[in-house]
């Protein structure tokens, strides 16, 4: 019976160690699935890392490029607003050019009328027949003219041989602004 029992207590013996083989040959499974399952995890959070990383240089580089562009057309649009303060000064040296003309015109035809005037007659070199006067021109309907884009009062007034201030003066015109679409007096039919 000793012999039996021992027997018996070896084979339970062997029959746990075999068991606990068993267990620990499935926990050794799972871990070694575990470190599998990681290391793919980490493998791909490597290569988003790689895209994510490529991704950023791109964008740093189209940051460059368009801080270049940037400054380029900076550069540019000063160059565009010298050039129209350049365009403005002289326009306004020509319009003052022309009005000191205009004025030395005046007072040179004022001489001339007054010369004329002390003789009893037409001065040298005056017309036989004088341009009509505004209220001459205004005795019949006005004729009105729409104002198209790019027009000026001193393109209109070439335009219907008529002087910009008499334009001005039908339209009650303050200065040389004019509106696109706006109706304007040119003459008199």
């Known amino acids: 019976m000793k012999r039996g029992m021992t027997v018996a207590v070896g084979a339970l013996c062997l029959s746990g ?90 007072g040179k035809k004022a001489k001339r009328e007054d010369k004329g005037m002390e003789k009893g007659g037409l001065g040298f070199g005056e017309p036989l027949f004088q341009k009509p006067t505004t209220s001459a021109l205004e005795g019949g309907a006005p004729l009105y003219h729409e104002v198209k884009p790019g027009e000026t009062l001193f393109r209109l007034s070439r335009q219907y041989g008529v002087n910009v201030d008499t334009i001005k003066q039908w339209n009650n015109l303050q200065d040389d602004l004019i509106e696109v679409g706006q109706q304007l007096i040119v003459g008199y039919q």
């Open 17 to 106: 160690l075999l068991l606990s083989g068993c267990v620990l040959n499935e926990k050794y499974e799972a871990e070694k699935a575990r470190a599998v399952n990681f290391q793919r995890l980490l493998a791909q959070e490597e290569k988003r890392t790689g895209e994510l990383d490529s991704e950023l240089k791109r964008v740093r580089q189209e940051a460059n490029e368009l801080e270049a562009r940037n400054r380029e057309v900076s550069a540019q649009l000063q160059a565009v607003r010298e050039q129209f303060a350049k365009s403005q000064e002289e326009a306004a040296a020509l319009r003052e050019a022309l009005a000191v003309k205009q004025q030395d015109e005046m």
